[in-house]
C-alpha cells in the first residue's frame, strides 16, 4: 500500500456507494478513483469528505446520508464509530451474514475463476455477548484515569468506553472495574494488555506487565479475582513466563463439543475460536462435509488444539494433526490422551510453510484432509498435495487466499468445487470466515 497523504479541507461531495469493502467501509467511485466511505454502505448516497490520497484510491468519511438503505439500524453500541473492535453495527446483521456470502462467492470467481456447485447455507449465532477470547489494550494518558478497551479505528489510542457488548458481560460490562483497578496500580504505565480467555464456567485475565510488580499491586489483583470469580494471571515476558496468579492453582480453562462428547482443555494465552456457539456448528458441518469413518486416514492441518481432529478421531477414523506451534500440540496430545483418543490421533509439529505431504507419515495412505489455515492460505502444502486425496475440506479466515487456493486445486489438480459457504464466527465485523469441500 502506497503512503497516504492527509487531505485536509476537503469540501463533502455526494457520491453513490456501491458495495462494501473487506474492512466494513463503502465503496464509491469518483472520477475513475475508488473512494473508500467509512460510515457508508451499499445503495446509499451520501455526502463524504476525502481524508487520505493514496496512489490507487482514496479513503473518505460519511458526513451526512442522503439515501438510507432499508438495512442501516441503529447500532447498539454507544463506542460504535470510534471502536475499532466493530465495523458493521450499523447494519442489519441478516445483511452483514448475506454480503459477507457475496464476498465469499466474488473472491472465489473474480481470483481463483472458480464457482461452487451448492452454496452451503451460512452458519451463526447470537451477534451479541457472544466473543469469549479478545486482547483488550491499555493506556494511561495523562490527561485522564486508565482506558482498557478496544483502539480506536485506525489509530493507537485506546477507547474511551465503558462497556463491550460484543464480549462476554463477565469483561465487558466490568471495563469502568478495570479501568479502576489499573488505575491503583503503581506504575499503571507498565500495563500495556489484559488477555482474555473466557468459559461457561470460567474468565481468566492475564495481565501483562513491563516490570516487577509490588505488593500493592499484586494485593490488588488478588483482590479483584476473589471479588468477581475471576483467575487472574500475570506474563511478565514471553508466554513462557504465563502464571496463576489467584487461584494458585486454578481449575483447567475449557471448551465442550458435545456433538462428540470432547472436553477441550487450553490455556489463556493458546488460539481457540472466539465465538464457541459457531464454532460447535462449525464442527459438525465440517464433519459432514469429510464423513470421516472407521478405517480412514485423514491429516489435519493447522490442527490447533485438535478442534477437528479429535471429533474425527472419535468417529472412528485415525487422524494426523499438523500444527506449527509446539505449545499447542502438547496441548492438543493432553487433550487426545484425556478424551481416550490417543491410539486413533496423534500429532506432529512442522512448519507448515515448509513442509510437503511426503514429511507426515501414516499407517496408511492419507485419503482425507482438512486444513485450517492463517489468513495467508495453505498454498505451500497444497502443492504437495498426494493424490491419494479424494476429499479435502478447508476451513478459512480468508476468502482472498483461499480463492486462490481454490484456483490451484480445481485448474492443477482435478479436484472439483463441490460446496462453499461462509460462517459468521465475526458478528458486526468485515471478517469472513468460511468452509469449502473439494472431491477430485
Not at 477507547?159 to 491503583?184: F, H, S, T
Not at 481432529?309 to 506451534?325: F, I, K, Q, S
Request: charged letters at 20%; hydrophobic letters at 40%; aromatic letters at 6%.
Amino acid at each position: 500500500m502506497s503512503r497516504p497523504k492527509p487531505i485536509r479541507d476537503a469540501v463533502p461531495e455526494r457520491v453513490h456507494i456501491e458495495s462494501l469493502d473487506a474492512e466494513g467501509r463503502g465503496v464509491a467511485r469518483v472520477d475513475g478513483k475508488v473512494l473508500f466511505v467509512d460510515g457508508a454502505l451499499p445503495g446509499e448516497e451520501v455526502m463524504a469528505r476525502r481524508t487520505e490520497n493514496h496512489k490507487t484510491f482514496e479513503r473518505g468519511e460519511t458526513v451526512a446520508l442522503l439515501k438510507t438503505s432499508s438495512l442501516r439500524v441503529t447500532p447498539p453500541c454507544p463506542h460504535f464509530g470510534l471502536c475499532g473492535g466493530c465495523s458493521l453495527q450499523h447494519l442489519d446483521v441478516s445483511a452483514q451474514v448475506a454480503i459477507k456470502q457475496r464476498q465469499l462467492e466474488d473472491n472465489l470467481w473474480r481470483i481463483g475463476k472458480v464457482r461452487p456447485q451448492r452454496i452451503l447455507p451460512p452458519i451463526f449465532g447470537p451477534s451479541l455477548a457472544y466473543r469469549s477470547k479478545a486482547r483488550l489494550s491499555v493506556r494511561t494518558p495523562k490527561t485522564r484515569g486508565a482506558l482498557v478497551g478496544f483502539r480506536e479505528r485506525s489509530s493507537n489510542y485506546v477507547v474511551d468506553m465503558n462497556q463491550c457488548l460484543v464480549l462476554d458481560p463477565r469483561v465487558g460490562q466490568r471495563i469502568p472495574e478495570l479501568r479502576a483497578l489499573i488505575g491503583k496500580m503503581q506504575s499503571p504505565q507498565d500495563f500495556p494488555q489484559i488477555e482474555v480467555a473466557c468459559t461457561p464456567d470460567a474468565v481468566a485475565l492475564v495481565f501483562r506487565h513491563m516490570r516487577p510488580l509490588a505488593d500493592s499491586d499484586l494485593m490488588h489483583l488478588r483482590q479483584f479475582g476473589r471479588d468477581h470469580d475471576l483467575q487472574i494471571w500475570l506474563q511478565p515476558r514471553g508466554p513462557d513466563t504465563l502464571h496463576p496468579l489467584v487461584p494458585e492453582q486454578p481449575p483447567a480453562l475449557h471448551y465442550d463439543l458435545p456433538d462428540y462428547q470432547l472436553r477441550m482443555r487450553f490455556d489463556p494465552l493458546v488460539f481457540t475460536q472466539v465465538n464457541q456457539s459457531v464454532n460447535q456448528v462449525t464442527v459438525r458441518r465440517a464433519m459432514a462435509l469429510l464423513r470421516p469413518q472407521a478405517g480412514d486416514h485423514i491429516l489435519d492441518l493447522f490442527c490447533g488444539l485438535g478442534n477437528f481432529t479429535l471429533p474425527m478421531a472419535r468417529l472412528g477414523a485415525n487422524v494426523l494433526g499438523v500444527e506449527g506451534d509446539a505449545r499447542l500440540v502438547a496441548l492438543a496430545s493432553e487433550n487426545a490422551a484425556a478424551n481416550g483418543l490417543s491410539a486413533q490421533a496423534q500429532y506432529q509439529v512442522a512448519d507448515l510453510t515448509q513442509a510437503r505431504m511426503s514429511d507426515f507419515q501414516m499407517a496408511g495412505t492419507i485419503d482425507k484432509m482438512l486444513i485450517d489455515p492463517p489468513r495467508s492460505g495453505a498454498i505451500e502444502v497444497l502443492q504437495s498435495l498426494t493424490p491419494g486425496v479424494s476429499r479435502l475440506v478447508y476451513v478459512s479466515c480468508n476468502p482472498a487466499t483461499l480463492a486462490r487456493d481454490a484456483e490451484y486445486l480445481v485448474h492443477e489438480r482435478g479436484y472439483q468445487l463441490k460446496a462453499a459457504g461462509v460462517i459468521n464466527m465475526f458478528p458486526h465485523t468485515a471478517h469472513v470466515e468460511s468452509i469449502a469441500l473439494f472431491e477430485k
